[in-house]
């Protein structure tokens, strides 16, 4: 996981959300080519932060870190889901032993 400066502090914690995710839902880190790509996309993301923000009518800053929460809280929430079952088919698999 790589953190990249930004105009924004609301775009690397979203990028960093998403890859913590997607980590979660196959089980498995970014590869190198898939971390360099989110690299670079933070990076884009960070150069048009500026002329985007200004060009839209709501808080692009407040969307970006409401879409981390998101994330974040689905993370949690996947993470949990597969605690309890994993735990659940252990104690089925050893008769709850």
């Known amino acids: 996981m790589t953190t990249v400066a930004t105009n924004s502090h ?3 914690p979203l990028v960093t959300a998403g890859e913590d995710l ?6 498995k880190p970014l590869s190198d080519n898939a971390t360099k790509i989110s690299t670079g996309v933070t990076s884009l993301l960070d150069g048009l932060f500026p002329a985007l923000a200004q060009k839209v009518s709501f808080d692009l800053d407040g969307v970006l870190t409401g879409s981390t929460e998101v ?5 949690t929430v996947i993470s949990a889901a597969k ?6 088919q252990t104690a089925a698999i050893t008769g709850g032993a």
């Open 22 to 27: 997607f980590a979660t839902l196959t089980g």
């Open 10 to 12: 609301a775009i690397s």
């Open 71 to 75: 994330l974040t809280g689905l993370n």
């Open 83 to 88: 605690a309890k079952q994993a735990a659940v």
